[in-house]
Each structure stands twice: as C-alpha cells, then as structure tokens.
C-alpha cells in the first residue's frame, strides 16, 4: 500500500526558513516523479516543485524559483522540500505527491496517482 507522508510543517516569521519532508512507503519510487503541491484557504492546488526520482531532474514553479530547493534521499525514500525567504503568500496547505514516470517531469495535478494529507505552513508578517 503506497503511503506518503509529510512533515516540517509550522509556523514562520517571513524571510525564515522551514524544510518539508516526505517519506514515501508502500513501493519503489524509482520510477516516479514526486512533486510537491500546496493549498491556500479558498484557491485551487498548485505545483509548487517536482524531482524525477531516476535522474534528479527538477521542477519549480515561478513563484518559488531561486527560494524553494526540492531533493531526494534514496537511501532513506524521501523527498525534501527546503523552503527559504519565506513570505506570507507562502501559507497553505503543502502536499507531496508521486507520477508514474513517463519520461518527463510533470506539474499538472492530474498527472499523479498518490497523495499524502498535507502539512501546514503558515508564513506571519
């Protein structure tokens, strides 16, 4: 059974720090793509960054190119999520998530197959 689950999550001055992590059970995950995603009160999910496990090419949305870092651990099946000079827009709600690898990194929500429950972040001013 392929469970993801996360953590790190808390609350931050802005301009700190907070790294997420994600560990990954159930299967291999060599052949997948994990992204992360996350969810603010009354907007839509969004990608936030992705890794292909295999190659360790990497994703990242606009909004937290040159901030967020997202790594993988494949000793210990786990993904990363550093996130730098945060800001109050950063709050929400921080999914990981896992893609079949199709060959190429994917952003779009549809395009994966698991889901953990997510875990806070709130950024205060």
């Known amino acids: 059974q392929v469970q993801l689950v996360e953590s790190g999550g808390g609350l931050v001055q802005a301009g700190g720090s907070l790294r997420l992590s994600c560990t990954a059970s159930g299967r291999s995950f060599r052949s997948y793509v994990m992204g992360w995603f996350r969810q603010a009160p009354g907007k839509e999910r969004a990608s936030v960054a992705a890794?292909?496990?295999?190659?360790?090419?990497?994703y990242y949305a606009d909004a937290v190119k040159g901030r967020f870092t997202i790594s993988r651990d494949n000793a210990k099946n786990m993904v990363y999520l550093q996130m730098n000079s945060l800001k109050p827009e950063d709050t929400a709600n921080y999914y990981c998530?896992?893609?079949?690898?199709?060959?190429?990194?994917?952003?779009?929500?549809?395009?994966?197959?698991?889901w953990g429950r997510g875990t806070q972040v709130t950024v205060a001013s």
């Open positions: 890794i292909r496990w295999s190659s360790g090419s990497t």
């Open positions: 998530a896992a893609a079949v690898d199709r060959g190429m990194i994917v952003a779009a929500l549809g395009s994966y197959d698991y």
